[in-house]
């Protein structure tokens, strides 16, 4: 894969991961109005939560993605295989 190629698939990827942290953003929001601060019930705890925990994954995935394309782009640095196969899993 030439550099071109590579600029263009990380471009890719950090796009999919910009959109996943807006869809996790506008869940989030969704979550607080439909069960506002302070709401007892468990439900509500318990969706909070997990929108939370979905953001903050999502704002680290475009964190990453957005730091190893920045490299590619100012640097040339080419990220290694194991930042490949993390990209593939989605981070994980």
């Known amino acids: 894969m030439g550099h071109r190629e590579m600029e263009a698939h990380w ?3 950090l796009a999919d991961a910009k959109l996943r942290l807006d869809f996790t953003r506008n869940f989030l929001q969704e979550v ?3 069960f506002p601060l302070g709401d007892p019930s468990p439900d509500g705890q318990f969706a909070y939560q997990k929108a939370l925990r979905a953001e903050r994954h999502a704002q680290e995935e475009y964190t990453r993605v957005l730091r190893l394309y920045t490299q590619l782009v100012l640097d040339g ?5 194991h930042e490949w196969r993390n ?3 989605g981070g994980a």
């Open 32 to 34: 607080q109005r439909d």
């Open 11 to 13: 471009r890719s990827r």
């Open 77 to 81: 640095k080419i990220p290694d295989a």
């Open 87 to 89: 990209a593939d899993a």
